[in-house]
């Protein structure tokens, strides 16, 4: 384990004060409106063990985000598990698991060449890396700043499309001539052609590149402009390999395949005699149209290079977006308050709104970017901001019916500009059943309904990256054989088992839309669809782990097309057994990164049938159990949230509370370690806060399944109509012994169902919640269930 994150936060707290007034940090026991609640915000949980979330300076979905980029494990730029720094780059994604994504153009500063010789300076990634300063790091909503052993601190913030950084000297270095480069690079150093120019007399340096996306298909171009405010200009220049040369304004690069990606380091650099203060600024535009924009965009959101001034414009648009909610935090720790609002933080910095910056089609409507990727986002990010933020969802729901009528098939996964890699089923459909049961405004209901329909009838040529493949099949047999037979497209002919039911799911999300839109026979046939999951169903399949029969019966497995079974061990690419069998590559076996024990639980459309399938309540409840005591189950991927509360639909609301205490905070505090797996874009950290708030969102569904808040009160203000919706603990105990309902009330009138719809958030309320320590009768009988297609008894 990691040692506990060391921050210091008298630079915060200046800030802060400065804007806010007085500012009680550290108050352990205070309510929110003593507080701020960006002092509970830690940026940096999560950022080593392979969270991979991005600890830098961004807006809410902002599409330049600044960090320190760190030789390792650095899908986000920086991770806390590394120890040199080789560049400052502008754009990244956050908690992402394919190659390491964006981090294009890095700018580095030297604070001068050794014999103020140009050619000793140093160029190349490997050569300029330079370790970073362990307790120096300072990270928070729109700041981050590192000191680096060379003698550099770097400090930078961001706007919507550029980022500002502040380089300061330490003075060490005999006399101080910063030069500070741009490298034609990426993190995934991806880059097949490249240019760089600088302009001699201003030393504005600008360029372009064309480079791969991190989890897909295609190419995209990006341009750049920096330009530097603190010191003269004395020299400028190329360089390339680990020469540079103060005669030459432009370089161009293509790599040629003989290259290597370290020699493929190149660019330009602007050196500057003594700054005053030792202390200058680089301001970075970035555009995905031109250079021209690029520089636009800089000059546009940060004419007067004000670095304090936008620290404080993004900290308060992040205090705008989580002033939202609001908790009683009276009992409750500070690290579980932090690991609260740093999720709910982390929901906030992807997909990015790229709105005008798309060179790939004309249109009104707004563009987003990096979904990535719903397969992850759809079971917790959107509901989540569906609550929050509603308005971004309905401009990032738009975004997508456009990439539908521009490309032809909603995205699974998006970045860069580029196709992403789909990992299951077309999981974008249940966004969209969402967005229309809970009204998210706006959308383009014709065709996005057109758009979801073509997801089940149309397979596309290339599966892998939109769609479905396997739709014959689907249609035919009724699931996706191990053998499949489909020269109809081309994919990876895997997970038959996992897209069985996820297709089956997304067919079930068509069917609500289609009953509400009055479209009875398509309604009828989705409906009849959804109902496939059962096809791959083998009811005496039985399951031992090292040997001891588990002594449940009945488990998904694989299927051929003449309909013989085929087997894969229950518990196979579970933690207990071939783990990382089941990746998205050729090899990935029939369950996409879980075990069929785990995939057996996914129906959510029909609960009934399920439970009486695995033979009814009570060995349900066993079996539910057993997934989560064995060790068969594994939180850090996002199928496992639904399982936690799957309880309720067997009439043991209680057993929801318990799990959900089980994971929260074992698997989830405030160390840089302290999330389980990747953060997916804000996965886990919307997982800890739809949790502790106590109303478990089912994707794709107005259904909510209640368990207690971890706090004594939440309250959701909704951005829309102004409406309070509050969630209050009666009895509340901070230690978590009583977190059993005994009894509830909603807007006063006894509430004996163990959830909920979305008109408490559209319309406003109070959930009031008695507890105790021991399991009730509450939320157990039939009636008080969930919806489920079919009956539970
Ligand atoms: C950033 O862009 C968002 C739209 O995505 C806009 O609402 C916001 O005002 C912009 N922020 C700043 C600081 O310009
Ligand atoms: C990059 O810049 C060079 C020089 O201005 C230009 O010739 C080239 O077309 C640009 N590439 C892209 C993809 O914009
Ligand atoms: C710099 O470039 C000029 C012009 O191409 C060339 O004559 C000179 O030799 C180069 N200097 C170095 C140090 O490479
Ligand atoms: C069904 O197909 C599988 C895979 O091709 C084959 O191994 C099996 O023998 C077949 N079963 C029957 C009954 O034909
Ligand atoms: C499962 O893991 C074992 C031990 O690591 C390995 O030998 C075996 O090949 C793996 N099986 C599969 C099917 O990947
Ligand atoms: C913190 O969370 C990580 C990731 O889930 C876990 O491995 C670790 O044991 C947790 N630490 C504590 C002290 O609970």
């Keep these: 384990m990691l040692p506990r994150v060391f921050r210091s936060h008298v630079k915060a707290l200046a800030i802060a004060t400065a804007l806010y007034g007085s500012v009680a940090l550290g108050a352990q026991d205070a309510s929110t409106d003593k507080i701020d609640i960006l002092d509970y915000v830690d940026p940096l949980i999560g950022t080593a063990n392979g969270g991979h979330v991005f600890a830098g300076a961004t807006l809410p979905f902002g599409m330049a985000k600044a960090v320190a980029d760190t030789q390792g494990e650095n899908q986000a730029g920086f991770a806390w598990d590394t120890s040199v720094v080789t560049g400052f780059s502008h754009m990244h994604d956050s908690g992402t698991g394919g190659s390491p994504s964006l981090g294009n153009f890095p700018i580095f500063a030297q604070p001068s060449c050794p014999n103020d010789d140009i050619n000793q300076c140093k160029w190349q990634q490997n050569d300029r890396a330079v370790a970073w300063e362990k307790d120096s790091v300072v990270a928070d909503p729109g700041y981050f700043s590192i000191s680096l052993t060379n003698g550099v601190k770097a400090e930078m913030t961001t706007t919507n499309r550029s980022a500002l950084y502040r380089f300061t000297f330490d003075g060490?270095?005999?006399?101080?001539?910063?030069?500070?480069?741009?490298?034609?690079?990426?993190?995934?150093?991806?880059?097949?052609?490249?240019?760089?120019?600088?302009?001699?007399?201003?030393?504005?340096?600008?360029?372009?590149?064309?480079?791969?996306?991190?989890?897909?298909?295609?190419?995209?171009?990006?341009?750049?402009?920096?330009?530097?405010?603190?010191?003269d200009l004395r020299n400028t220049g190329v360089w390339s390999r680990n020469r540079a040369n103060y005669t030459v304004e432009n370089v161009m690069l293509t790599a040629d395949g003989t290259d290597s990606a370290a020699t493929l380091s190149a660019g330009t650099f602007a050196q500057f005699k003594s700054p005053e203060n030792k202390e200058m600024l680089a301001r970075v535009g970035v555009s995905f149209m031109d250079v021209n924009q690029a520089c636009a965009n800089a000059e546009q959101e940060q004419p007067h290079f004000d670095f304090?001034?936008?620290?404080?414009?993004?900290?308060?648009?992040?205090?705008?977006?989580?002033?939202?909610?609001?908790?009683?935090?009276?009992?409750?720790?500070?690290?579980?308050?932090?690991?609260?609002?740093?999720?709910?933080?982390?929901?906030?910095?992807?997909?990015?709104?790229?709105?005008?910056?798309?060179?790939?089609?004309?249109?009104?409507?707004p563009y987003y970017d990096s979904y990535y990727c719903i397969w992850d986002s759809y079971r917790s990010i959107h509901p989540l901001l569906t609550l929050l933020?509603?308005?971004?969802?309905?401009?990032?729901?738009?975004?997508?019916?456009?990439?539908?009528?521009?490309?032809?098939?909603?995205?699974?996964?998006?970045?860069?500009?580029?196709?992403?890699?789909?990992?299951?089923?077309?999981?974008?459909?249940?966004l969209m059943a969402d967005a229309f049961l809970k009204k998210v405004p706006g959308i383009d209901w014709d065709t996005a309904y057109e758009a979801v329909v073509k997801d089940a009838e149309v397979e596309p040529e290339n599966w892998d990256i939109e769609g479905r493949g396997g739709l014959h099949s689907w249609k035919d047999l009724g699931f996706i054989p191990t053998d499949d037979y489909d020269p109809y497209g081309t994919g990876t002919h895997t997970r038959s088992i996992s897209r069985t039911v996820e297709y089956a799911y997304n067919d079930f999300c068509i069917a609500e839309i289609a009953k509400a839109r009055g479209k009875e026979a398509d309604y009828e046939k989705y409906l009849a669809r959804s109902g496939n999951w059962i096809n791959m169903f083998k009811a005496n399949q039985k399951s031992s782990i090292n040997g001891v029969d588990t002594g449940f019966t009945g488990f998904l497995q694989p299927r051929y097309m003449n309909g013989t079974w085929g087997s894969q061990d229950p518990s196979f690419c579970s933690p207990l057994l071939n783990f990382t069998s089941c990746y998205l590559n050729p090899t990935g076996h029939e369950t996409y990164e879980g075990s069929a024990w785990l995939y057996t639980f996914y129906a959510p459309h029909d609960m009934g049938s399920l439970i009486k399938t695995l033979g009814g309540a009570e060995e349900f409840t066993k079996r539910l159990t057993f997934l989560h005591e064995s060790g068969l189950l594994y939180v850090g991927d996002e199928q496992a949230f639904l399982t936690i509360f799957q309880f309720h639909y067997s009439g043991r609301p209680a057993l929801s509370a318990k799990y959900s205490h089980f994971y929260i905070p074992s698997q989830f505090n405030t160390t840089t370690a302290g999330i389980a797996g990747n953060d997916d874009s804000g996965a886990m950290g919307s997982f800890v806060v739809l949790s502790m708030m106590g109303l478990w969102p089912v994707p794709g569904q107005d259904v909510y399944l209640i368990t207690p808040p971890y706090f004594k009160e939440v309250s959701i203000t909704n951005p829309i109509s102004g409406k309070v919706s509050t969630i209050r603990n009666v009895n509340f105990d901070p230690g978590y012994k009583s977190i059993y309902i005994q009894t509830a009330k909603l807007n006063g009138k006894p509430w004996s169902k163990n959830w909920l719809t979305h008109d408490f958030f559209i319309e406003g309320g109070v959930l009031e919640l008695e507890l105790g320590e021991k399991e009730s009768e509450w939320g157990t009988h039939v009636e008080d269930l969930p919806p489920s297609v079919s009956s539970y008894q």
């Design 308 to 365: 304090d001034g936008t620290v404080a414009v993004a900290k308060s648009a992040w205090k705008t977006k989580l002033d939202v909610i609001s908790v009683d935090a009276e009992g409750v720790s500070k690290d579980l308050q932090e690991v609260f609002w740093s999720g709910a933080y982390r929901t906030m910095i992807s997909p990015q709104d790229y709105t005008g910056e798309n060179p790939l089609w004309q249109s009104d409507e």
């Design 172 to 231: 060490s270095a005999e006399s101080l001539s910063p030069v500070i480069l741009v490298d034609l690079m990426d993190l995934p150093q991806s880059r097949s052609s490249g240019h760089a120019s600088v302009n001699p007399n201003t030393g504005r340096l600008t360029g372009n590149g064309t480079f791969s996306p991190s989890f897909g298909i295609g190419s995209y171009n990006l341009h750049f402009c920096v330009d530097f405010k603190g010191a």
């Design 389 to 430: 933020d509603p308005l971004s969802q309905s401009l990032m729901m738009r975004s997508l019916v456009d990439i539908y009528r521009n490309e032809g098939f909603l995205p699974d996964c998006r970045m860069s500009l580029c196709k992403g890699y789909t990992q299951g089923g077309s999981n974008a459909d249940v």
